[in-house]
């Protein structure tokens, strides 16, 4: 069962009769959910590995939250992986409402480092996120390379896949490319996009900035996760 709170990525209970037995060990530990009462934490155990507070019941639950009762759910970055069906669910959790579209545009998109045009097309893509501003990927054969740095670091995205990064002038990661975009979000893969609130974007001449609440809050990277164990098709 999916739990939903404003702001915050979608959490996972399970019922506590499809727990591994001897994999929950109760702690001391409580904590107070404003909206949920009273939380008690696990420590939880696999083999010879054991990781404390790693897993949290609600056991004062309000009755508008009774579905929860009996459930138990994980913490993300204390896990090694999770999975939805047979494929690894990789950044932060996936939300089952997120949606993705891509279109086509015949717009004009001009990028500019100071006096440099770091980017000039007329065949951009247009990707709009839930929750976030539309974000505009040109071709890289409109995009002058030269001026782009590789910058370290990684992030992973559950919906668009890994995601490496550029630096342009004084701008970090002023630019992002996804070089091999999960099949659903295939047509952006080996684009480049451009930080409006870092560098200067023009769409049709008008200067793009970021609206409040536009801004991707970074997350970081998933347990210093490998591109190694993003095998294809995401398979275990």
Do not use: N
């Not at 501003?133 to 995009?143: E, F, I, K, Q």
Request: aromatic share 10%.
């Amino acid at each position: 069962m999916l739990l939903h709170e404003p702001g915050r990525y979608p959490v996972a209970y399970f019922p506590l009769s499809d727990i591994t037995t001897g994999a929950l060990q109760p702690g001391e530990h409580t904590t107070r959910h404003r909206d949920l009462g009273t939380t008690s934490w696990y420590t939880v155990r696999a083999g010879e590995q054991s990781k404390p507070r790693a897993a949290w019941q609600h056991t004062d639950l309000p009755g508008y939250a009774g579905d929860l009762k009996g459930r138990v759910a994980f913490a993300w970055r204390a896990m090694d992986a999770f999975y939805e069906e047979d494929e690894r669910i990789v950044g932060h959790a996936a939300d089952s409402y997120h949606r993705i579209d891509i279109r086509q545009a015949g717009r004009h998109l001009v990028v500019q480092s100071g006096d440099q045009v770091i980017a000039d097309s007329a065949r951009p893509l247009v990707l709009y996120e839930g929750g976030f501003a539309p974000r505009w990927y040109v071709p890289r054969t409109d995009v002058d390379e030269s001026a782009l740095t590789p910058a370290e670091g990684q992030t992973f995205c559950p919906y668009k896949g890994l995601c490496s990064y550029y630096d342009i002038a004084g701008a970090q990661r002023g630019a992002w490319s996804y070089q091999d975009a999960w099949p659903e979000v295939r047509r952006i893969s080996g684009l480049i996009s451009f930080e409006p609130d870092m560098i200067s974007v023009h769409l049709d001449g008008t200067r793009l900035q970021l609206e409040p609440g536009q801004t991707v809050i970074p997350h970081g990277v998933d347990r210093d996760l490998t591109t190694g164990e993003l095998a294809p098709g995401r398979h275990p």
